[in-house]
């Protein structure tokens, strides 16, 4: 999980730029009544307050104008965003709407009920498993002697249906794909997030028309040990830090009480694989065979690099090491990411 984002507490300016266009305006308003009638009024009697108060109001309508002019200011900029997403519409639907999700690049399905968005369970059936990315593996020099190559795809069957084996055995980022994918089937509009440090925050989800998230996304693959709480609060503080009141969290494998716990009272929708699969299969036979052929495309086993966004390769341990997977670009990316034995096992027997 990597460490949340740090942003600088926004000023009066940003905020009202944040806002929709009629908060200017009415701020503005507000500014010129108080300036060219309330002011005047309270400091009468006095001589000196009041020909204070007069020269103000003179000039109340320069406040006015500024704030008109930054509510005109917003109002274009969501002119044209609204005019670039419909543009992103207009191409997804003259190619079919089938392209792959790209980072920071919004889906154009649109927006769908609350109830479709929430699972009708917080967990499923509790699996013990271990996790599968090791981000902090410990650094060690790569033996580009004993790189394996990865098997080809033409030669591996792929699955004919969905699986939880199949959710186990995507890679990581093909998993957050999937995940984003998920969601754009559905009808809910949503994006990734670009690669690197994250902050917690895999997808962004939106609901309305502020053209603001309004739930976030945190996607995990996992192993045999169960999502711990350590990782739901790094998302619940993702969370506070965007002021998002909304989460999901969705993983391969399942979650500890103590992590079910912190999600229940704070907004947090848990999905474990089990829960996923169930999701998945409630889908249309055709998209389901259109998200299984998305999620299986390629060598979807093998990890993409989480900083340079390809395949990684097979790297044989030295000193009694494990064999782990090591980024194509050595030395220049030293990303490393830990390899599960049956995993191992089986590119040994290829």
């Not at 806002?19 to 009697?45: M, N, T, Y």
């Not at 498993?129 to 580009?144: K, M, S, W």
């Not at 994918?181 to 440090?197: H, N, Q, V």
């Not at 194509?328 to 990303?335: E, K």
Request: hydrophobic share 40%; net charge neutral.
């Amino acid at each position: 999980m990597a460490p949340s984002r740090r942003k600088q507490k926004k000023s009066f300016l940003g905020k009202l730029m944040d806002a929709p266009w009629q908060v200017s305006i009415a701020v503005g308003v507000a500014v010129f009544i108080v300036l060219e009638w309330i002011l005047p009024s309270l400091v009468a009697g006095s001589i000196i307050l009041e020909s204070i108060a007069y020269g103000i109001s003179a000039v109340a309508w320069v406040f006015y104008g500024l704030f008109f002019l930054i509510g005109a200011i917003v109002f274009a900029l969501a002119a044209s965003s609204r005019s670039k997403q419909g543009k992103l519409k207009a191409v997804k639907g003259a190619t079919g709407g089938s392209s792959v999700a790209r980072r920071r690049q919004p889906a154009s399905s649109t927006v769908a009920s609350q109830a479709r968005l929430e699972p009708a369970a917080t967990e499923s059936p509790s699996v013990e498993l271990n996790p599968f990315v090791q981000r902090g593996a410990p650094e060690e020099p790569l033996d580009t002697s004993g790189v394996g190559e990865e098997p080809s795809s033409d030669m591996v069957t792929k699955p004919t249906e969905w699986s939880i084996d199949v959710i186990n055995e995507v890679e990581w980022k093909r998993f957050e794909d999937v995940c984003q994918k998920f969601y754009e089937t559905s009808g809910i509009r949503s994006e990734t997030t670009a690669l690197g440090p994250d902050g917690g925050m895999d997808i962004l989800l939106y609901q309305d028309d502020t053209g603001k998230p309004t739930a976030i996304v945190q996607c995990e693959t996992w192993g045999e040990r169960p999502v711990g709480v350590k990782p739901v609060r790094e998302l619940l503080g993702a969370m506070t830090h965007e002021k998002i009141g909304k989460a999901f969290f969705m993983t391969s494998g399942q979650f500890s009480d103590d992590a079910k716990v912190v999600a229940n009272s704070n907004r947090i929708t848990l999905i474990g694989g089990e829960m996923l699969l169930m999701m998945i299969r409630r889908l249309p036979e055709a998209a389901q065979k259109s998200l299984l052929e998305f999620a299986t495309e390629g060598d979807y086993k093998v990890p993409t690099c989480p900083s340079c966004g390809i395949k990684m390769k097979r790297v044989s341990g030295t000193a009694g090491r494990s064999d782990f997977w090591g980024c194509h670009n050595y030395p220049r990316c030293r990303q490393k990411l830990g390899m599960r034995r049956e995993v191992s096992r089986q590119l040994e027997d290829d």
